[in-house]
T-cell receptor
Framework: DTEVTQTPKHLVMGMTNKKSLKCEQH?????MYWYKQKAKKPPELMFV???????INESVPSRFSPECPNSSLLNLHLHALQPEDSALYLC????????????????FGQGTRLTVV | AQSVAQPEDQVNVAEGNPLTVKCTYS??????LFWYVQYPNRGLQFLLK??????LVKGSYGFEAEFNKSQTSFHLKKPSALVSDSALYFC??????????????FGQGTTLQVKP
């Protein structure tokens, strides 16, 4: 099973709303990621969790708040977003990325299409 | 600085013909190279990777890629294109050297259009 499941698939929210994106994997991966992707552009890394600890925050605004409750789940809490935050949000997971690990490819979920109105 | 370049925004090929999607990279350590495909309104699907070993890597859906260290390239190829191969393709690299963070660095993407 190489599946990463994201919910919801689509989300429309107002600028004053609070919402959460959810991601789940059961591949035993210990690294999980949030990416943001605009149309026809490459994904942009937002956060990396390694062994349930936040290891990278790519200077993401505080209106995006990640959470990793356990090794299978990753959440992204959204609050007071702006229209320019509308994008496809992708979750991914991979084996740990230590040197020498060969199974290091990341598997992506289908994404959540977020529209901020 | 680590980077990946995909020099072509779009590649057009007729169904049944061979296809090549180009990728060059620049990293400080040993490169771990990947190709992903993205269909409209979908996530990225992993196609293949190069970690070490044979320079010709075979992947999903009949795709293969050739790693060329001297030219720092990792071009994606398929001997016979299908209309269903039409999608957005991303090359990516992970630097497994001292700056290893798990971060994937993506190229800008190449749209492949296969015409019947």
């Amino acid at each position: 099973d190489t599946e990463v499941t994201q919910t919801p698939k689509h989300l429309v929210m107002g600028m004053t709303n609070k919402k959460s994106l959810k991601c789940e994997q059961h591949m035993g991966h210990r690294a999980m990621y949030w990416y943001k992707q605009k149309a026809k552009k490459p994904p942009e890394l937002m956060f990396v969790y390694s062994y349930e600890k936040l290891s990278i925050n790519e200077s993401v605004p505080s209106r995006f708040s990640p959470e990793c409750p356990n090794s299978s789940l990753l959440n992204l809490h959204l609050h007071a977003l702006q229209p320019e935050d509308s994008a496809l949000y992708l979750c991914a997971s991979s084996q740990e990325f230590a040197s020498g690990v060969s199974n290091t490819e990341a598997f992506f979920g289908q994404g959540t299409r977020l529209t901020v109105v | 600085a680590q980077s990946v370049a995909q020099p072509e925004d779009q590649v057009n090929v007729a169904e049944g013909n061979p296809l090549t999607v180009k990728c060059t990279y620049s990293v400080s350590g040993n490169p771990y190279l990947f190709w992903y495909v993205q269909y409209p309104n979908r996530g990225l699907q992993f196609l293949l990777k190069y970690i070490t070993g044979d320079n010709l890597v075979k992947g999903s859906y009949g795709f293969e890629a050739e790693f060329n260290k001297s030219q720092t390239s990792f071009h994606l190829k398929k001997p016979s294109a299908l209309v269903s191969d039409s999608a957005l393709y991303f090359c990516a690299v992970r630097d497994m050297g001292s700056s290893n963070t798990g971060k994937l660095i993506f190229g800008q993407g190449t749209t492949l259009q296969v015409k019947p």
